[in-house]
């Protein structure tokens, strides 16, 4: 079945750095769009970041814009999301997703804070 583990997250200063992981299984990983959303308490999942089936298309919120990277490994079934330049309001859970399917992951908690 399909699976979504997500790894990488923490505690960050403002200003600093973290790389999120996903590893991905029980699907073809290079034939489907991945994306990264965010959660916070009380409010939707937001889409932060897309990526095209062979990585070389990509596309973000406007509020990650021009911080954040998406990017994968179709050689090892990964996605990742590179994260600079961290704010107090990027922390949340983050999740990986096939858009394709319904399942979500158990996400990994980003904080950013002094």
């Known amino acids: 079945q399909v699976q979504l583990v997500e790894s990488g997250g923490g505690l960050v200063q403002p200003g600093g750095s973290l790389r999120l992981s996903c590893a991905a299984s029980?699907?073809?990983?290079?034939?489907?769009?991945m994306t990264w959303y965010r959660q916070t308490p009380g409010k939707q999942r937001e889409l932060v970041a897309e990526?095209?089936?062979?990585?070389?298309?990509?596309s973000y919120a406007d509020s990650v814009k021009g911080r954040f990277t998406i990017s994968r490994d179709n050689n090892k079934n990964r996605v990742y999301l590179q994260m600079n330049s961290l704010k107090p309001e990027d922390t949340a859970v983050y999740y990986c997703?096939?858009?394709?399917?319904?399942?979500w992951g158990q996400g990994t908690q980003v904080t950013v804070s002094s």
């Open positions: 990526v095209s089936k062979d990585g070389g298309s990509t």
């Open positions: 029980g699907f073809t990983f290079s034939m489907y769009v």
């Open positions: 997703k096939n858009p394709a399917f319904g399942y």
